[in-house]
């Protein structure tokens, strides 16, 4: 049961660079979730994805890019990454037809993005 | 104004002791209410949903009160393992149809034994 993975689990960048974080599920869940996590702010959310191919901001989209032409992946992407986006990365997954429905979202490890 | 807020902590206690913990959503409009549990630099795991009517599992109780928007955990007989951040969150449906989670920071817990 391989769960939802993230890779990589730690990456280290420059400003100005493009970074590319993956996030894979084999559970075939539609929904899929990109949150970052920092100090003083909790989790809060980037993109989300209700299927393949459709995908919507969250609460801090600014900076980042999403994609999802296969329904196990979503990767997020920095365009041109900045000190500011230093901070944890968990992409999550939720199945509206399983068990506590699409509101029970499960997490990946997490990547932890330091930009330099 | 945040949309759900904990206190931080930390909470540090002793083996057996009883902690509660509080927190308070601000959007009316919020649907589902849960608590979460994240270990050190892992990722957060849901821990209980919460019910208008109080639920319990376990060790742990859950209570909402959607009139004050308030939400509280209790653990009873705390364990070592118990020691952790505790996430509130809360659900609400949008626009689009998608299930969104509001996150509190996170109240941690240290039991001490």
């Known amino acids: 049961d391989a769960g939802i993975t993230q890779s990589p689990r730690y990456k280290i960048t420059e400003t100005g660079r493009q970074v590319t974080l993956m996030c894979h599920q084999t559970?075939?869940?539609?929904?899929m979730f990109w949150y970052r996590q920092d100090l003083g702010h909790g989790l809060r959310l980037i993109y989300y994805s209700a299927a393949a191919d459709i995908t919507d901001k969250g609460e801090v989209p600014d900076g980042y890019v999403v994609s999802r032409s296969k329904t196990e992946n979503f990767p997020l992407t920095l365009e041109s990454a900045t000190r500011s986006q230093t901070s944890v990365y968990f992409c999550?997954?939720?199945?509206?037809?399983?068990?506590?429905?699409?509101?029970?979202?499960?997490f990946g490890p997490g990547t932890r993005l330091t930009v330099l | 104004r945040k949309e759900v807020e904990q206190d931080p902590g930390p909470f540090n206690v002793p083996e057996g002791a009883t902690v509660a913990f509080n927190c308070t959503y601000s959007n009316s409009a919020s649907q589902s209410f849960f608590w979460y549990r994240q270990d050190c630099r892992k990722e957060p795991k849901l821990l209980m949903s919460v019910y208008s009517s109080g639920n319990e599992d376990g060790r742990f109780t859950a209570q909402l009160n959607r009139a004050s928007q308030y939400i509280s955990l209790l653990i009873r007989d705390s364990k070592l393992s118990d020691s952790a951040t505790y996430l509130c969150v809360v659900n609400r449906v949008a626009e689009t149809g998608a299930n969104n989670l509001f996150f509190g920071t996170g109240t941690r817990l240290t039991v001490i034994p």
């Open positions: 559970w075939s869940h539609s929904y």
């Open positions: 999550a997954s939720s199945d509206p037809n399983g068990r506590g429905g699409a509101r029970t979202q499960y």
